[in-house]
């Protein structure tokens, strides 16, 4: 195979949809909440990561921030 093409004389270039990756995370997530974005994303037909991180992406857009008061 490498007889038939010449890499060599190739000009590299930068990844166009390199803004568009995604970075992998890991987060600690209690059992329900993962439980609830599941049964969701079966009824919706899409993975439930993908879910989450529309959900995600959507406070994100739009500067939703939580509201709570932590008791002292």
Not at 29 to 56: C, H, W
Not at 61 to 70: N, V
Request: aromatic fraction near 12%.
């Amino acid at each position: 195979m490498r007889d038939h093409y010449d890499f060599s004389k190739m000009k590299g270039r930068k990844n166009p949809y390199v803004k568009y990756l995604k970075q992998p995370v890991t987060m600690r997530l209690d059992r329900d909440t993962v439980a609830y974005f599941k049964s969701i994303a079966e009824e919706m037909g899409i993975p439930y990561q993908s879910l989450i991180n529309l959900y995600l992406r959507d406070c994100a857009l739009h500067h939703r921030k939580l509201h709570m008061k932590w008791a002292s």
